[in-house]
């Protein structure tokens, strides 16, 4: 039988000091494992600190992972509600956000469908359209927002930009350069836990290079 | 925006995990018609494509009590007419608890997938399962009406015990429920072994049977937990004297359960996003 003590402690993110502050667009980077979307856990209550604080004030969005958080067996629409309802927002309040999401995501009769019907496609699209619907003060992105196929793509880059300058806050994850110099004032890069540089854009991707260049 | 959770936390340099899990059930409370609404729609997602929906919760039931009924009424050799009250409400209510206890098993992994995603107050999740096994166990009131009729029961003030009775089994389901819960999503041997307890239990608990009617030495009885719980709802509903015994039990654990729950919980609360 396996101890459960043996199992190895991991130290995530460590010494991670920063403020971050309304008008501010984040972008986290770093390698695969430096804790980026640990970061963006923390930041979401989702995981606590063992030591340390975490003060947020705002209604905060985080849109993690695509998809996660359908249930295939319901429709469209209860989907929907049920997204909504897990983000804090009751469903008669939802309602009103609903024909926007339906319009966005150019789903029609297929909302009346059981999401596992859906192809990956319109999964984003309606993900996409429900996360935006909203307008959190602070919103956290993991970069599968950022990718999908081209033709929704060009709509959803207008929506999101849309959407990005109502909050007041963007944190986002990425690992792709050109996705933090188009969305982002800011740059955070971690590496193996540990914040490596804090700043302007250009100065940070200095830095990340310097490092990923040094390891090859 | 009135709505949306919003985040107003400050969390001191080392968190006090006590406050932190007070405010998760101040959170917990305050979202009720979150996890009431989800309750109800797991009812519906269960019988989602079937014709008669949730009175599927009713009918199997019944089909249970009518079937097993006149069975064990000839097997004890009892009267029909005393013995079919008797396992009927037994029945329902010991389904209540083992149904609430075992759902409790996989209330945390089971949100593993939305867990990860928002923040949720942990006693939500585990309200959620308890509310959604009291909806179950509502279904069974109009076996209780059709009971009422062909029996020819009482009715009368009495009844008005059962809503005492009724909410202090729910309060000890709770707790049950929460230590469950997180005991299972720590230790995935646990819930294997609960579910077998409880089948167990079905035989040794006065569910089916009684130790008036099989003469079963009363302290047997009087040790058992659920035993107090089913009495709790069963005694009002038949016009029986709740044994003074069962009572004083079920709110002995009633207290000692909360305590041993919140210490549980205030330990792990934290801990259980990586467990799931």
């Given at each position: 039988?396996?101890?459960?003590?043996?199992?190895?402690?991991?130290?995530?993110?460590?010494?991670?000091?920063?403020?971050?502050?309304?008008g501010d667009r984040l972008g986290l980077?770093?390698?695969?494992?430096?804790?980026?979307?640990?970061?963006l856990?923390?930041?979401?209550?989702?995981?606590?600190?063992?030591?340390?604080?975490?003060?947020?004030?705002?209604?905060i969005m985080p849109l993690l992972e695509l998809g996660?958080?359908?249930?295939?067996?319901?429709?469209?629409?209860?989907?929907?509600?049920?997204r909504?309802?897990?983000l804090?927002?009751?469903?008669?309040?939802?309602?009103?956000f609903?024909?926007d999401i339906?319009a966005f995501s150019e789903?029609?009769?297929?909302?009346?469908?059981?999401?596992?019907?859906?192809?990956?496609g319109?999964m984003m699209r309606l993900s996409l359209g429900i996360a935006t619907a909203l307008s959190p003060d602070i919103l956290l992105m993991d970069e599968w927002m950022m990718a999908g196929d081209a033709a929704f793509m060009q709509k959803a880059h207008d929506r999101l930009a849309g959407f990005v300058e109502k909050t007041n806050i963007l944190v986002l994850a990425s690992?792709s350069?050109p996705i933090i110099r188009e969305w982002c004032n800011?740059?955070?890069?971690?590496?193996?836990?540990?914040?490596?540089?804090?700043?302007?854009?250009?100065?940070?991707?200095?830095?990340?290079?310097?490092?990923?260049?040094?390891?090859? | 925006?009135?709505?949306?959770?919003?985040?107003?936390?400050?969390?001191?340099?080392?968190?006090?995990?006590?406050?932190?899990?007070?405010?998760?059930?101040?959170?917990?409370?305050?979202?009720?018609?979150?996890?009431?609404?989800?309750?109800?729609?797991?009812?519906?997602?269960?019988?989602?494509?079937?014709?008669?929906?949730?009175?599927?919760?009713?009918?199997?039931?019944?089909?249970?009590?009518?079937?097993?009924?006149?069975?064990?009424?000839?097997?004890?050799?009892?009267?029909?007419?005393?013995?079919?009250?008797?396992?009927?409400?037994?029945?329902?209510?010991?389904?209540?608890?083992?149904?609430?206890?075992?759902?409790?098993?996989?209330?945390?992994?089971?949100?593993?997938?939305?867990?990860?995603?928002?923040?949720?107050?942990?006693?939500?999740?585990?309200?959620?399962?308890?509310?959604?096994?009291?909806?179950?166990?509502?279904?069974?009131?109009?076996?209780?009406?059709?009971?009422?009729?062909?029996?020819?029961?009482?009715?009368?003030?009495?009844?008005?015990?059962?809503?005492?009775?009724?909410?202090?089994?729910?309060?000890?389901?709770?707790?049950?429920?929460?230590?469950?819960?997180?005991?299972?999503?720590?230790?995935?041997?646990?819930?294997?072994?609960?579910?077998?307890?409880?089948?167990?239990?079905?035989?040794?608990?006065?569910?089916?049977?009684?130790?008036?009617?099989?003469?079963?030495?009363?302290?047997?009885?009087?040790?058992?937990?659920?035993?107090?719980?089913?009495?709790?709802?069963?005694?009002?509903?038949?016009?029986?004297?709740?044994?003074?015994?069962?009572?004083?039990?079920?709110?002995?654990?009633?207290?000692?359960?909360?305590?041993?729950?919140?210490?549980?919980?205030?330990?792990?609360?934290?801990?259980?996003?990586?467990?799931?």
């Open positions: 039988m396996r101890s459960a003590r043996s199992a190895p402690t991991v130290r995530a993110l460590e010494d991670i000091s920063l403020n971050i502050a309304p980077i770093g390698a695969n494992g430096a804790g980026k979307s640990t970061l856990r923390v930041m979401a209550g989702i995981y606590e600190p063992d030591t340390g604080s975490v003060a947020v004030s705002g209604m996660l958080g359908f249930d295939g067996d319901l429709t469209g629409w209860e989907n929907i509600r049920l909504g309802m897990y804090g927002i009751k469903p008669t309040y939802f309602e009103r609903a024909p339906a789903l029609g009769e297929y909302l009346d469908l059981p999401v596992r019907t859906y192809s990956s319109m690992h350069e800011k740059a955070l890069l971690l590496n193996a836990g540990h914040v490596m540089a804090f700043g302007p854009v250009d100065e940070v991707l200095g830095v990340y290079k310097e490092l990923f260049e040094g390891t090859e | 925006m009135e709505t949306g959770r919003v985040h107003n936390s400050k969390v001191a340099d080392k968190p006090n995990q006590s406050a932190q899990a007070l405010s998760d059930l101040k959170e917990a409370l305050r979202f009720s018609w979150f996890w009431s609404a989800l309750a109800w729609n797991d009812i519906l997602h269960r019988y989602r494509g079937s014709m008669l929906g949730p009175l599927w919760i009713t009918l199997t039931t019944a089909v249970f009590i009518a079937g097993l009924g006149p069975l064990y009424a000839r097997l004890f050799n009892l009267n029909m007419t005393e013995y079919l009250p008797f396992m009927a409400l037994g029945v329902t209510t010991w389904q209540f608890i083992t149904g609430t206890i075992n759902e409790s098993c996989g209330a945390y992994t089971d949100s593993s997938h939305m867990m990860r995603q928002v923040r949720l107050p942990r006693l939500a999740i585990l309200f959620r399962v308890v509310f959604r096994n009291m909806i179950a166990f509502i279904h069974n009131v109009p076996i209780y009406i059709v009971i009422f009729i062909a029996f020819d029961l009482p009715v009368g003030w009495h009844l008005l015990e059962l809503i005492p009775g009724f909410v202090i089994v729910c309060l000890n389901l709770t707790w049950l429920g929460l230590i469950v819960a997180i005991l299972c999503a720590r230790f995935r041997d646990i819930t294997p072994i609960i579910i077998s307890v409880l089948q167990i239990g079905f035989f040794l608990t006065p569910v089916m049977w009684n130790y008036k009617m099989q003469r079963v030495d009363l302290w047997i009885v009087q040790l058992n937990r659920f035993a107090a719980l089913i009495e709790l709802i069963r005694a009002p509903i038949l016009g029986d004297e709740i044994l003074p015994g069962l009572l004083t039990m079920s709110l002995f654990c009633l207290v000692v359960g909360w305590l041993a729950a919140a210490a549980l919980f205030v330990r792990c609360r934290r801990q259980i996003i990586y467990w799931v």
